[in-house]
């Protein structure tokens, strides 16, 4: 939230909203969970401000930070609503792995890795936890 304008994560145009022109809109935008804050900055630049020389990787002009209009207040996630850090690492053994991830509160949890079958034979590993001794208890 202290960064420099110049220093963006990422940007939309409020022009990509459908009803912009009305003075009114909405974007939808997916957040990952940084564990940081996240703050929403608008800013105005017209077209003779332009700098062609400042591009992303897809070519796209970098937009100007001079004309700051609004900036939201912190944005941040609850705690304990994810699993933060989520690490991956295959094992020695065929189709094993390694599943490592941070709690909110330090409590040791299991991990229920699901195969949903596909036409191709494969399938997308989800992973849902829950504490240790509710699934324990739950076996028989």
């Known amino acids: 939230m ?3 304008h110049r220093h963006f994560i990422g940007y939309i145009f409020l022009s990509s909203s459908p009803s912009w022109q009305s003075g ?7 957040l990952v969970n940084m564990r940081s804050d996240y ?14 020389d400042k591009t992303n990787h897809g070519n796209d002009l970098l937009p100007r930070t001079k004309q700051l209009l609004t900036q939201s207040g912190p944005v941040s996630f609850e705690p304990g ?8 690492a295959l094992m020695g053994g065929d189709g094993e792995m390694r599943v490592m ?19 191709l034979g494969g ?4 992973l849902f936890t829950m504490p240790w001794r509710s699934w324990h208890q739950g076996r028989s």
């Open 24 to 30: 009114s809109g909405s974007i939808m935008i997916p």
């Open 123 to 126: 399938g997308i590993l989800s």
């Open 81 to 88: 609503w994810g699993h933060d850090q989520v690490h991956l």
């Open 101 to 119: 991830f941070v709690t909110h509160d330090g409590k040791e949890r299991i991990c229920v890795i699901r195969r949903p079958m596909t036409a």
């Open 2 to 4: 202290n960064s420099a």
């Open 39 to 52: 703050q929403f900055r608008i800013f105005h630049w017209i077209e003779s401000e332009i700098n062609r």
